[in-house]
């Protein structure tokens, strides 16, 4: 059995065909091609450097280009997207859902968006503009607005002879239908596994769940994903602010919602995108990274400033010199521990101004903790190496305040970042580092300058 | 209308019982958690401070015990159950299901282990020792064990007529009913959707679907979470090495699965673990922490070896103590950068040593557009703060050396490490500084001591 893709397999398919791209083995690449699902060929695009990421595209059956291109991570598809002529991008659309649509559309050229508006039909074209009238994080621009909806004063045969007449316009992922009376107005839920259990004379109003509770359409979309996840959900109803039925929400969206939330933090963290693509344009890549090394720069010079006011204790003492980046470097590595714990905790909803203090207590208590205990031991470390008490005891206590400091920055900096309304996940690092640097290398050289000299 | 959870209502709720328990007021606190759902209070559980947790968890009604524990994150859990007798552990895993169950049950201790056994039925327990028999990171630890099967030759009319039988015994996120032979071979798929859109008359092998590949119990939990996206997936049933149907996956065990992973690189990068609790007991997390404080002690050590080596170097030229960090410092976020790229790469299957000479050639390629740029800026700025030529020179020199080995470290650093067996996501980090804060010193103050003196 076990015909399934294992990360095995799916990593030899990608290295098989870029072995058939190496070879400029076209027709057998395209035989391969024909095979995978549009996710899977995202999956292999993704992974393919530039020049044959752009001739396998063009290998590419023009009927799964807008597929394969909705499971593309944002910049990769926006790098073919510049390639692919107008009428191609027209005929990308033809297929896809509304929500997918709305995504795509936003990032085209104003002369392609009128032309992909005009190839709708009128129909699709107003369950679009619906789409588009909710941001893009909001619960209205994450749903579809597929939903079958059902009133609540039929029975469960009549449901089931609509659903037939209605046959494949029933979308495949249906867990559940939506009761709407005839204002729109959402009422409740029906779940396929309660309309097959039950009696076919009983009425959907007898049948139907009060439980599910409906998205408002201006809902943030981090809200939705927590909330499917808390309530283990395949499908939920959004509705307007008058309270009728606009759209769905499926599971499938909210997980690649909840993957992009883990890599968010994770590139974050590094100053990059979650939507960065490994193989990248040099000279695009380079300008997004220039701006993020300068602001390290920044950083790093306010650090040597800091030195360069201790020039005359360390022409004195050069030992100060070796050990200054020990004090420095554990307060970083202790600090970016707290701050990643908070971070998290802002964005799991779960640390606020109220809870703040007992995070920050807790969090230099272990400063303490380990405040005393790698103070010992770099003190005594020092000590023997310098030939030294003074320096001993200097670093250790230059270990301690940094820790401290470190705990108290990592603690509060993300609420603080959080409260101006910047990324904690993409300034709190560079922040906390620079907190630990400058506190560490002016307890340290300070120190020293008062008690060694 | 909107009366569902915003991330301002969390909180709010969140410091609603905070305030009640700050102000020992217990009986508030008690009503207000009667009207949560286990997933909502195992949130507020785990963002309150220890001694409050403790006195939530006792306050919370015995019926919800085994829910919330379910949903809380491991550490929070085993500290909940370590104050737990018995008898209120037995009880906490009557409403269980088996996949959650198995996961319960490794944690508790032995004697526990067994009384909990003995409570289940026969049928139970040999579902239980099922999902037992597979490790917990494959797609048999992740199944449930109740699939609703039906046979390829009956029709439509007989599955909904034994659907209604069953009732209540069909699991609400039921999406898709499995086909299986008289050996328990599993055939294929039936979707609620397409039962209820075709006509009743026709069989099950007529409706059913093929396309639904049936995961290996071996499968590893992160290709599950992968198909899972790739494919849209709701639910997916398991086989063993005989293509027996032994289970199902829902997506909702997937979407915390990829919520875990999504949190292991994050977390993982400060060395914390993804199950880290917020307000663990400050001695259990000094523990941790002091294990990751130490190793990079260490790495900050050999640094500061290297620098040792160039003491009479240094005491010459204080300007280089000055502005050695510097460099150290901008190829660590350089590197960070790379590094991060190809941990995510090889997370999600897109990395391998087919491709990582393009990843190599294109970050080379970034560094030295970078290095170029950035050794200019911190020569010309060194130059004048210095008043030195000399200076300029050999800081730029360094400052390209530094960020093509970070380049090269980064990118080459996860693959070795992943062949290894070790987590790049946990070791990365580290590894990388300790490069360039090697090479950093190593290639500034070498040069320094060759061109400066």
Known sequence: MSSQATTESEISRLEQIQEFLDQDAWREATQLLK???????????????????????????????????????????????????????????EHMDVDDLADFIQELPHDVTREVMESLSEHDRRRLETVLSYPDDTAGGLMNTDPVTVRPEVSLDVVLRYLRQLGNDVPRDTDQLFVTNREDKYLGTLRLADLVTHDPQETVAEVMTLEVQPFNALTAATDVARRFEQYDLLSAPVVNEEGQLVGRITVDDVVDLIREEGEH?????????????????????????????????????????????????????????????????????????????????????????????????????????????????????????????????????????????????????????????????????????????????????????????
Chains 1, 2 share one sequence.
């Open 35 to 93: 095979k995978l699902q549009p996710a899977e060929i995202a999956h292999v695009l993704e992974a393919l450097p530039l020049n044959q990421r752009q001739i396998l595209w063009d290998l590419l059956d023009t009927d799964q280009d807008g597929e394969t291109l909705m499971e593309l991570t944002e910049n990769v598809r926006n790098e073919l997207i510049q390639n692919m002529d107008q009428e191609d991008i027209v005929a990308a659309t």
């Open 265 to 453: 933090h994770f590139m974050g963290s590094a100053g990059l995108s979650e939507d960065e693509d490994m193989f990248a344009p040099v000279i695009v890549s380079s300008k997004r990274r220039a701006l993020w090394l300068g602001i390290n720069l920044l950083t790093a010079f306010l650090a040597s400033w800091v030195i360069g006011n201790f020039e005359a204790t360390l022409d004195k003492i050069v030992a100060l010199a070796v050990l200054m980046p020990i004090v420095a470097s554990m307060g970083g590595v202790s600090g970016t521990q707290t701050l990643t714990l908070a971070i998290r905790g802002l964005a799991l909803g779960q640390l606020s101004s109220k809870n703040a203090g007992y995070l920050l207590a807790k969090e230099l208590a272990i400063a303490l903790v380990n405040g005393v205990l790698w103070a010992l031991v770099v003190g005594i470390i020092a000590g023997f190496w310098f030939h030294s008490t003074d320096i001993a005891l200097v670093i250790a206590a230059a270990m301690m305040i940094n820790l401290v400091a470190a705990a108290i920055a990592g603690a509060l900096l993300p609420l603080a970042l959080d409260r101006l309304g910047i990324d904690p996940a993409l300034a709190g690092g560079v922040l906390l580092t620079t907190v630990t640097d400058v506190v560490g290398f002016l307890a340290f050289l300070g120190l020293a300058t008062v008690f060694l000299l």
